[in-house]
């Protein structure tokens, strides 16, 4: 791989969340047409740099597609929202600041160039997430968090009675005074948020805020639907007897991922989103406040990453398999049905590489990402696998021109119910939807390896290089 970066995203510019950004049209394998998916290159250069990205395509190869392409060497994260992504720069200047911008819609303010967002402190920020209207920054040294964005329900932390934040800002209630440690970590999902706070060197507490109508909070709704401050989730291990490697936040569900590589969830369970089924019948339990072991497929392995969608939920074992379970009516579990729903952690066996002819025994999955109603896996060669939802052209798949009504109307071995039947089809109404993992070809053909994902509710945006072992000049038409 170079050490020119690029960035490339799919899915729908409504909210102008790529910004003022080229579209292109990607021509079909099969013929010179052009299909309706764009592959849209979003210039997110602070606008002080817009001279020397010239200069930097001038320097680069004058082949075609790096050409189209803008190299964007400084940026070291992307988020992606519901309206809107946040960019996360190195220091271009000399200056002690990673550059956090915002590009895209938030509240009826567009954002059409990338515009700086102050932090008015002497600290670079390491690590950005974004919800659907919000965002959270860690700050070096783990002492401060800040967030803006949407603050209905809490999200924000702050405990304030403002609706919106537009700047920046700490949340005051994740100072090592009141938490007694620094962050080592932060997640953002729908409506709420969560922190981990090291407390000690082998002492590790979360800490949820937000919307809490499900239980994803770790409290009991019932006292009540929202979280203001940051607070400690209940019922996970005590502190001092694990440590946890992440958060990953869906949109009414928690999941938390422990350096031993267990996997523990929580808030709603409809849709099987938890993990595991809960009993039914009248007053059937449909959320949970106290977080509870993932098992089944998992129980004899080891997680090493994991991944919320709104409805569905993505693991990775230490010995490479990947595992889905929730919500699949748009086929995000992989599994080749649009199924309402499963339980329990699945393998997603189109994903185990070692068992097929058709990529080499040396390639693997080494991290997995969900959005929305789609899913997303990259392997260790920079290939990018994505699946599931695909209206708004976020899985980057050029549409199937198959004719729809040929497809077979196939028969789940995962359920029996007329309902799961009926979904079992539901996928094929779509030429954009994929049931099962498919390589982002386009991305490859162009010359150019994935590093980095960030999955929004209908969007994806990748961090790419060149990859001189698969570079190849695309065709790529205005």
């Given at each position: 791989m170079s050490g020119d970066k690029y960035v490339i995203g799919f899915g729908s510019n409504y909210f102008r969340l790529f910004g003022e950004c080229e579209e292109y049209n990607v021509p079909h394998e099969n013929n010179r047409e052009c299909c309706n998916l764009k592959v849209v290159i979003p210039n997110i250069l602070p606008?002080?740099?817009?001279?020397?990205e010239k200069n930097l395509e001038e320097e680069i190869s004058k082949k075609e597609?790096?050409?189209?392409?803008?190299?964007?060497?400084?940026?070291?994260?992307?988020?992606?929202?519901?309206?809107?992504i946040t960019v996360l720069r190195d220091d271009c200047d000399g200056s002690n600041e990673n550059a956090i911008y915002s590009i895209g819609t938030l509240f009826g303010c567009t954002h059409k160039v990338p515009t700086p967002l102050p932090t008015r402190l002497p600290l670079k920020c390491t690590k950005i997430a974004a919800g659907r209207r919000h965002v959270l920054a860690l700050m070096e040294g783990g002492q401060i968090v800040m967030s803006w964005g949407s603050d209905h329900f809490g999200q924000l932390g702050h405990g304030s009675n403002a609706t919106v934040i537009d700047t920046p800002k700490i949340i005051k209630g994740l100072l090592p005074m009141y938490v007694g440690g620094h962050v080592s970590d932060i997640a953002a999902g729908g409506l709420h948020s969560a922190?981990?706070?090291?407390?000690?060197?082998?002492?590790?507490?979360?800490?949820?805020?937000?919307?809490?109508?499900?239980?994803?909070?770790?409290?009991?709704?019932?006292?009540?639907?929202?979280?203001?401050?940051?607070?400690?989730?209940?019922?996970?291990p005590p502190p001092?007897?694990?440590?946890?490697?992440?958060?990953?936040l869906g949109k009414l569900h928690s999941v938390a991922l422990t350096n031993s590589g267990v996997v523990?969830?929580?808030?709603?369970t409809t849709f099987g989103r938890c993990g595991f089924p809960l009993r039914s019948g009248i007053g059937k339990q449909k959320f949970i406040s106290l977080p509870?072991?993932?098992?089944?497929?998992?129980?004899?392995?080891?997680?090493?990453?994991?991944?919320?969608?709104?409805?569905?939920?993505?693991?990775l074992t230490e010995?490479?398999?990947?595992?889905?379970?929730?919500?699949?009516?748009?086929g995000q579990l992989g599994h080749g049905v649009a199924i309402k729903k499963i339980d329990y952690p699945k393998r997603i066996i189109d994903l185990d590489f070692t068992n097929t002819d058709k990529h080499s025994k040396n390639t693997y999955?080494?991290?997995?990402?969900?959005?929305?109603?789609?899913?997303?896996?990259?392997?260790?060669?920079?290939?990018?696998?994505?699946?599931g939802y695909g209206n708004a052209g976020q899985l980057g798949h050029v549409p199937d021109t198959t004719d729809s009504s040929l497809l077979p109307i196939i028969e789940s071995t995962l359920s029996s119910t007329f309902e799961d039947q009926i979904g079992d089809s539901k996928a094929f109404l779509s030429d954009y939807n994929a049931l099962l993992p498919k390589r982002l070809k386009c991305v490859r053909d162009a010359g150019l390896g994935v590093n980095a994902v960030s999955c929004g509710p209908s969007n994806l945006i990748l961090i790419c290089s060149k990859d001189d072992e698969h570079n190849q000049k695309t065709s790529f038409k205005r």
């Open positions: 606008p002080n740099l817009m001279k020397e597609i790096e050409s189209l392409l803008h190299a964007t060497s400084g940026i070291s994260q992307i988020e992606v929202g519901a309206t809107s922190a981990i706070v090291s407390l000690a060197a082998t002492v590790q507490q979360v800490f949820t805020w937000g919307f809490n109508n499900k239980n994803q909070c770790g409290m009991e709704s019932g006292k009540s639907n929202y979280e203001p401050y940051p607070q400690p989730v209940h019922g996970l001092g007897a694990c440590t946890y490697r992440k958060l990953a523990y969830s929580w808030g709603s509870k072991k993932v098992e089944g497929s998992l129980a004899n392995e080891v997680v090493n990453d994991i991944a919320s969608g709104a409805k569905h939920t993505l693991a010995s490479k398999k990947v595992y889905s379970w929730g919500c699949g009516e748009d999955i080494q991290s997995v990402h969900a959005g929305g109603n789609y899913s997303a896996a990259l392997t260790n060669s920079n290939d990018l696998y994505t699946w």
